[in-house]
Each structure stands twice: as C-alpha cells, then as structure tokens.
C-alpha cells in the first residue's frame, strides 16, 4: 500500500508561481506512474500532468509551457512546478501514484491553491 502526502500549496497572485510536492511511503518501488489532479469548485476532477517512470511526461492543453512535473525516485517524490499562474488554476491539487497496467491507485489528500488579487 501507497500514502501520499502533498505540501505547496497556498494563495498566490496571478501571474506567480508555486511549487507542489509529493512524498510517498509504502510500497512505492511498484509504482511505476504519478500525477498531478485537480479539482475546482464545482468541475471534475482533471489530471494536470503525469510522468512516467521513464521520465516520459505529459500536460493538461490548459497548463502546457506553464508547468513542469518532475519526479526523484530514489527520495519518493513528486513534484510540480507552476509558473504564470492564472485564476483558473484555482482548485485542490492531488498527487496520484499507480502501478500500471493492472496494479493499485494510491491518491493524496490533496493541496489547495488559489489564485486571486
């Protein structure tokens, strides 16, 4: 079994920056898959952006050339990192890690962020 537990989180202006990470336990040497979720008021849960462990990654259309997702397999983390933020990227942010194809998904508790003047 996977906890995580994400920090990073808080209240920004539009246009600055936060850093969100992502420290797993547990069986984290199965998991092979992590991601960053978001949810907004109201809206479904969206993924953000993943990466795998190849380092191969991939974006929300919305949150290209903005943010970076980064991983460190040996410290069990996640990390994303997110510049030009804008109000729409309001919204609780959680860190998800699977076992893929077949295996388990373990999900944070999740971080909020709000960006406003």
């Known amino acids: 079994q996977v906890q995580l537990v994400e920090s990073g989180g808080g209240l920004v202006e539009p246009g600055g920056s936060l850093r969100l990470s992502c420290v797993g336990s547990?069986?984290?040497?199965?998991?092979?898959?992590m991601a960053w979720y978001r949810q907004a008021p109201g809206k479904q849960r969206e993924l953000v952006a993943g990466?795998?462990?190849?380092?191969?990654?991939h974006y929300a259309d919305s949150v290209k050339g903005r943010f970076t997702i980064s991983r460190d397999t040996a410290k069990n983390t996640v990390a994303l990192q997110m510049n030009s933020l804008k109000s729409e990227d309001t919204g609780v942010y959680y860190c998800?890690?699977?076992?893929?194809?077949?295996?388990?998904?373990?999900w944070g508790q999740g971080t909020q962020v709000t960006v406003s003047s």
């Open positions: 998800q890690a699977q076992q893929r194809p077949f295996g388990y998904t373990s």
């Open positions: 990466i795998f462990n190849s380092g191969a990654t």
């Open positions: 547990g069986t984290m040497f199965r998991t092979n898959y």
